[in-house]
């Protein structure tokens, strides 16, 4: 089997999962128990934290662990919005954000909020003197990814987070599902007030997540209860989600930093193999995060070309997964202004650090035959 | 060519004439146990200050593994070169490049090593003439440089340093024996433990322990605390007192505006013996003047009468936010304010005398035979003894 849906879900680490089973065999007391069994998960639970705060240069109380990206996403939104709409009701984003930053922004609309999509340009890159030309006095959330979901491209957060500083009045909000352990990103004196990080797209567990809020943040949360997660997020404590996400985190920086070149290597490898199929077009621009690469095959409608793929035994995807639902165009890639006849059938290729160039061969291979044989039904 | 070596300079070391050498070998000591994990590195101490061998290392990464260590002054990222003028020129010109934000510099140079050619004022110029015409932008300010480029010639080699990075101050921890302090789990006293440490001194913890009145996640608290003070030294003992049946005995027999002396005194009585046992000759609180009940000058007066050993107090004149500062500083704040009941809270009286006296604090305690379950608490001790890396091995695996 060959995996390169890397940026719709990861394999687990063996050790994540490891780590996930003793500590719900082991530590299934709730931290905020007094009884012994509820110290000894707290006392996990605060070395999970203050791992996790270390591994992103943070501090403890900035981390509220949560269910994964979309959360943190929401979490972050409307949290901001509502806590300070009386300071202002106009919100900045763009127009190539996960649908969990888009329509979170979009339901925030339907309660009166004013809404910025900025435009990207043909590379996928917001420009940050757009972003600064939109900031109005009321303007009291900028939401911009890291890394492109569906393109990999890169925005230009720490720029906008050199805007951001420059105005006190709003926060700066970071989807940085895509980036985290690929393109690195400094979350202190960054400008950054909010992060989104998930962790089942770096080897974690689904249902794991961290959204980072700088100290002195206010927001309103989305769950009220037990005022658990410093009163961010009530619900009991994950603990072995936790563990399991912060064994994530730290695995994935330590691959970066042993693998990171030779993951550059494996796009650079594809990228050429394919530009020597013809009839495929790479979408994605040449400067973007060493994982993600999006191609079209005109002509062609993706899924027939995921299926044929799927049976030899190769994963591949169309546009995001959460997002594939809904058919034809890519927004993301029509906010590139890439063509509709390219944006109606590209493909989604993302690697991991596990991806071999053997992989890498044989799906080069596996397509150029899957085209073959597609064009001589078709044609 | 880079940055090859740290310079540390000493501080009030260079002042105590016979000591020197104890001192200067505890800080090796000191540094080098700090510095362990990172095996390339070699440090060599001479008479004024140390020479830590990079071999590759960052020089930012461990000048901050040893900002915590006292005894240290200040600190140099330097380029070590042979004492040849066209080598020392590149040296110099490498380290005005690496330097960030910076606009105008001065060189000063210190011939050691009278043998070199060139005079110190001469040099200076010649540096500073080579520096302008290799680079953009820069111009000279002998008053106040936004970067001062040092050239120290010495016999063997020449040392180049730009940035100074202040250390600790202090003296090394161990050059000054040894207090036992009364850890709280509160704010103030690992203040005050961190403030002796400051001075040289190597501290041990006592705590009072008052299950169930007290949770093990408060005496977690001031583990975590004492693991937090190992930062500036090297390991923290910490004797846990069974307190809670002496305290019951308090409660019950002594008149409520008093219980809160007496229970103040018998942490004296307990604390004295184990230094006595443990040859340590002072204790230390985080006592501070007219803070609490317990901190008037006459309630100071009377639980001082249990022991003539000497208390440090090191926060007594501080004020509340002062000491808030140190203690965020110092990363303790976030432990002490986790919010589990310690043995002063939970037996708390509704209203404690503020003014108590002497003699009649005596007098309420001489009516009640405490000898026997002082020595029963005193038998119960417990010792945990917390290093710099802390022992949750099992925990660590897991992440």
Sequence with gaps: MIYLDNSATTKPYTEVLTSFEQVSQKFYGNPSSIHDLGIEAEKLFLKARKQAAQLLGITSNEIVFNSGGTEGNNTAIKGIALAHQNR????????????????????????????????????GVVSVSDVEKAITDKTILLSIMHVNNELGTIQPIEEIGKVAKRYPKLFFHVDHVQGFGKVDLQLKDSGIDLCTISGHKIHGLKGTGLLYIKRGTKIFPLLHGGDQEMGYRSGTENLAGVVSLVKALRLTIERQQADLKRLEVRMEKLRQQLTTIDGVVINTPPQHAPHILNISVPGFKPEVIIHALGEKNIFISTKSACSSKTPDESAVLNACAIKPELSKSALRISLSYDTTEHDIAVFCQALKEVKDQLSKVMG | MQYDHIIIRYGEIALKGKNRKEFTNKLHENVARKLKPFSQIKIKKTRDRMYVHLNGEDPSIIMEQCTDIFGIQSMSAAIKVPNEEDIIKEAALYALNKTENAQTFKVTVKRVNKEFPIGSQQFNQVLGGHLLANTDGYTVDVHQPDIEIHVEIRQDATFITSKKVMGAGGLPVGTAGKTLLLLSGGIDSPVAGYLTMKRGVQVEAIHFHSPPYTSERAKQKVIDL??????????VKIHVVPFTKLQQTIHREIPNGYS????????????????????????????????VASQTMESMNAINQVTNYPILRPLLTMDKDEIIDISKKINTYDISIRPFED????????????????????????????????????EGIETIEVTQKSSNDELDDLL
């Design chain 2, 343 to 378: 043995c002063c809270t939970v037996f708390v009286p509704t209203a404690p005398k503020t003014k108590p006296k002497r003699d009649k604090v005596a007098y309420y305690e001489s009516l009640v035979d405490f000898s026997a379950e002082l020595e029963e608490t005193i």
């Design chain 2, 260 to 291: 809160m002396t007496v229970m103040r005194r018998m942490m004296m009585r307990i604390s004295e013996r184990v230094a006595e046992k443990e040859n340590i000759l002072s204790l230390t609180t985080g006592e501070n003047l007219g803070q």
């Design chain 1, 88 to 123: 202002g009701n106009h919100i900045i984003t763009s127009q190539i954000e996960h649908p969990s930053v888009l329509e979170a922004c979009r339901s925030l609309e339907s309660l009166g909020f004013d809404i910025t999509y900025l435009p990207v340009n043909k590379n």
């Design chain 2, 226 to 235: 004492a693991q937090q003070l190992t930062a500036f030294g090297n390991k």
